[in-house]
């Protein structure tokens, strides 16, 4: 279902994949007549809008098949409505209404769904604001009072350039790029090779300044002798932000016994405020056969945990240990029902910005806020959080 606040604007592109729902109202949104070749052929005999974008003039028909089901149906329930071609965003704003009245977007990640085609659109980052997610559709249609707008609206530099955050942060290998490798299935796989190269690299993230672990998951490694170089680096690899070499000899998957992967782990720090274009690159100067799982960015913990080693006198310096691990972040759907009045009442007369940041970050949001009005669900929001993380509440 694309969202038609972002990059390709269609009004009414209701997706066609599924419709579950009673047999008899299922009959009636797809009792239309065939679209005819004049409609499939419309723009080699009619110019596209002004103001259309490129992705929109790559177009041939009048409207997407997506468009012609639900506008065929829903302009006969309301004339009012407009759709004269694929994107016409004079009823945009009436076919977010209409979405919410009459149509429930299935959850992707919950449903199990297999369909081979695309796959690799399920787990293309960029999709979650090209298309409208389910998490959207059920923050808006349980709050009617919000203006689609505000919460679906995305130039492309917001779509492609991505911000690391919610950690462990997860890049699936659809995610990445290679130099000498191939994508199968859900994974990067390298044939044997003896002149090397890179493995994986990109793509390419925003990251606020800290401390980090990144952990390469790794499900085949068959070599007689490898190295295996990982880097962070910015500015498309300009700054080297740390790197490390991996030596391996005789190595026949020696980890598969007790584990599923091999994992190789670089901490790392970022100096800057927010560093551009970070990417995780792994290099092999040859190897017999290899396969990517996925890599995973962690946070290092704001405090460090003091220690004394093992077997050292009292006398001894004490060493000092970062813990890296997940942190869980909870969901505006799971607050009490009074904090959700509250925030619900308090967006009319918030800046749509900081509304935008609420509903796309809560956790930063109300970490952020020096605003009296937040007083009262930021300490809510960040004692759930806390509990959810093992740490002490918010005084």
Known sequence: ????????????????????????????LWNIPHINLNYMTYYMNNPYLPGSNELERHFLAKTAVEQYISFGFFSKKFPNIKLSCHNDLRSRRESIDILLDNFCILDDKKASVYFPKYMKDFSFRPNEKICISH??????????????????TYNKDSIYGHTISGFPFRLNMSDMHTKIGMQLGKEIVVPKTESGGVVVFGPHFEIREGRYRARAYISSLVSKETIIKMSATLEHGKEVLQEAQFSFKDYHNDFSK???FL??????TCPHKVGFDFEIVLDVDRVEDMAISHI????????LKTILASGRNKN????????????????????PLLFR?????????MKKSLVEKRNRNPYA????SKSMLARYPKKIYLNKYRAMNKEGDVG
């Open 1 to 28: 279902t694309l969202n038609p606040y972002a990059v390709e604007r269609l009004p009414f592109h209701y997706s066609d994949w599924f419709h579950l729902g009673k047999l008899s109202d299922v009959r009636l």
């Open 135 to 152: 998490k959207n559709w059920d923050l808006l249609s349980k709050n009617r009072q919000i203006d689609p707008e505000t919460i679906l």
């Open 258 to 260: 007790t584990e599923n």
């Open 263 to 268: 994992t190789l782990d670089l901490d790392f």
């Open 296 to 303: 995973e960015i962690f946070e290092a913990k704001r405090s």
């Open 316 to 335: 001894a310096a004490s060493s000092r240990v970062e813990i890296f691990e997940a942190k869980e972040y909870p969901r505006m759907e799971e607050m």
């Open 341 to 349: 009045c509250y925030m619900n009442i308090s967006a009319k007369i």
């Open 365 to 368: 949001f109300f970490r952020d």
